[in-house]
């Protein structure tokens, strides 16, 4: 089976309109799909007309800190409408929003000036997020691409790099819970951590209600899905899939195939009607 779990479009960094995904994940022959845009879930207000084939689950993903350390968490099945996760899209919304002034306040040191006003001049009210400074740096010739832009300027421990804004990760959590939905770790081994701190950050994340995890996130060496296969089942964790699909690409591609997860226990099953 072809599913897929995590992915964005245009209501956060992707480049797809809501319904473009749907088209694509049909193309695909992608059964069972969700949208889950940093911080939002606008794109599902954008769906409720749709016509599909395609089982389509609520998502979100949330921009959290543990230990100031940035840590997504991706939220599957939830209530888009209820009054809890609209609270959270609106404050981490407004933190977003802050960040991005804070952003263009420490690059303007290193010579890249009134980013915020040309980024939301351009954004029209959408979502500013790391990746529309890494375009500015690029348009204005102060990084030679993307990977340079991270690296130099918006990566961890970079300037860009602005701490402890978000809502809690407990927080988050509980907010993922109490609107029904399920929290999955995202892409674990993304943060770099030594194998003893990415077990505390599992181990706190199970404290605060975590019930599964993400052991594929877009194409990924067999070793790393094996591996985290076997952590997902050492902490009864439940495996989640997904592309992280951005933009249409030659590397990145919409769908996951499921036999990736072999015989773990997937966070779908639980979903009613599915
Ligand atoms: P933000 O949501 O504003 O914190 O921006 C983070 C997003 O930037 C990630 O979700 C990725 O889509 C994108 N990104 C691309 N390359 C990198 C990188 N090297 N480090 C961090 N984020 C990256
Ligand atoms: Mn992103
Ligand atoms: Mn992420
Ligand atoms: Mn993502």
Request: some cysteine; proline content about 2%; aromatic content about 10%.
């Amino acid at each position: 089976m072809i599913v897929d779990f995590h992915c964005h479009s245009y209501y956060s960094d992707g480049s797809l309109t809501p319904q473009q995904l749907i088209q694509l994940a049909e193309q695909k022959g992608i059964e069972l799909f969700a949208i889950t845009d940093h911080d939002n879930c606008h794109a599902y207000n954008d769906l409720m007309q749709i016509n599909t084939e395609i089982k389509i689950v609520s998502g979100i993903e949330f921009s959290t800190t543990w230990n100031k350390i940035g840590i997504h968490i991706v939220a599957l099945n939830f209530d888009t409408q209820s009054e809890i996760i609209k609270q959270a899209v609106i404050k981490q919304s407004k933190f977003r929003k802050e960040r991005a002034q804070k952003i263009s306040q420490r690059l303007e040191k290193h010579g890249l000036d009134n980013a915020y006003e040309k980024i939301a001049q351009i954004k029209n009210g959408q979502q500013i997020g790391r990746p529309d400074f890494a375009h500015l740096l690029i348009k204005e010739g102060i990084v030679r691409d993307w990977n340079q832009a991270f690296k130099k300027y918006l990566g961890a421990g970079k300037p860009g790099d602005i701490k402890n804004q978000w809502l809690s990760f407990e927080e988050i959590v509980k907010i993922i819970t109490s609107a029904g939905g399920v929290a999955i770790l995202a892409h674990p081994l993304y943060y770099k951590l030594t194998n003893s701190k990415l077990r505390r950050l599992l181990q706190d994340f199970i404290k605060a209600g975590g019930k599964g995890l993400e052991v594929v996130n877009g194409f990924q060496n067999p070793d790393k899905t094996n591996y985290l296969i076997q952590l997902c089942k050492e902490y009864k964790l439940k495996a989640s899939i997904g592309s992280d699909f951005h933009h249409p690409s030659k590397r990145k591609h919409l769908g996951c195939d499921t036999r990736l997860l072999k015989d773990s226990n997937v966070v779908w099953e639980d979903f009613k009607g599915i």
